[in-house]
Nanobody, 125 residues
Framework: QVQLVESGGALVDTGGSLRLSCVVV?????????LVWFRQAPGKEREFVAG????????NYRRSVKGRFIISRDNTKNTVYLQMNNLKPEDTGVYYC?????????????????WGQGTQVTVSS
């Protein structure tokens, strides 16, 4: 069982920046997990935003955030971050993190059994 606690969401203007944090609590070693961020806008499905592998050099992003968002991890703090720059109104939503144990990295919501409460990001136009 993995417990996830997201924080850092806020209301920001277009072009602003935010850094989201997520603490992962598990009986497994944090360093054994790939880590991901998803988001869900009102009335839409949850979608993959960014992921980072066990090796921090392995990252991937959805096309619309590439070049603006940076995912990183701190294995000493059991924490994954999402630095979001040049935010746009279409980035608005509840952001969720999750931890993936296994080969590769799960990029669909069905790859995960449970979720944290998420953190709300609202970008005003």
């Amino acid at each position: 069982q993995v417990q996830l606690v997201e924080s850092g969401g806020a209301l920001v203007d277009t072009g602003g920046s935010l850094r989201l944090s997520c603490v992962v609590v598990s009986t497994r070693a944090f360093s054994d997990y790939g880590l991901v961020w998803f988001r869900q806008a009102p009335g839409k499905e949850r979608e993959f935003v960014a992921g980072i592998g066990v090796m921090s050099s392995s990252t991937n992003y959805r096309r619309s955030v590439k070049g603006r968002f940076i995912i990183s991890r701190d294995n000493t703090k059991n924490t994954v971050y999402l630095q979001m720059n040049n935010l746009k109104p279409e980035d608005t939503g509840v952001y969720y993190c999750n931890a993936f144990y296994g080969v590769g990295l799960g990029t669909t919501p069905a790859d995960y059994d449970s979720w944290g409460q998420g953190t709300q990001v609202t970008v005003s136009s």
